[in-house]
């Protein structure tokens, strides 16, 4: 069992950044693959990113049209994913959430993510 909390969301304008983390409890924790979605209003959720296990290190994947903006890194001794956000845009207003996945080796497919946050509000004025 895995619960997820996020935090770092807010108010901030077009070209700011922002900090999101995604803070677990539970003691295989590592042995997760651990994402973020974003669900703008009246849109589906969408892929973000994800932090996984490979067989040898850390592996990560980006949606396309965020790469060079986001930044996810986790730090398994404190349990934490953490989303760098920057040069933020008012199309990347969302709630944000986090997830984790028991996968490996591999980018995880949307219906492997097993636990899901409560998700934090992102608002970026123009």
């Known amino acids: 069992q895995v619960q997820l909390v996020e935090s770092g969301g807010g108010l901030v304008q077009a070209g700011d950044s922002l900090r999101l983390s995604c803070a677990a409890s539970?003691?295989?924790?590592?042995?997760?693959?651990v994402g973020w979605f974003r669900q703008a209003p009246g849109k589906e959720r969408e892929f973000v990113s994800v932090?996984?296990?490979?067989?040898?290190?850390?592996?990560?994947f980006y949606a396309d049209s965020l790469k060079g903006r986001f930044t996810i890194s986790r730090d398994n001794a404190k349990n934490t994913v953490y989303l760098q956000m920057n040069r933020l845009k008012p199309e990347d207003t969302a709630v944000y959430y986090c997830?984790?996945?028991?996968?490996?080796?591999?980018?995880?497919?949307?219906?492997?993510?097993?636990?899901w946050g409560q998700g934090t509000q992102v608002t970026v004025s123009s």
């Open positions: 997830a984790a996945a028991p996968v490996r080796g591999r980018q995880p497919r949307t219906n492997e993510y097993d636990y």
């Open positions: 932090a996984g296990r490979g067989w040898s290190g850390s592996i990560t």
């Open positions: 539970g003691s295989t924790f590592s042995s997760y693959a």
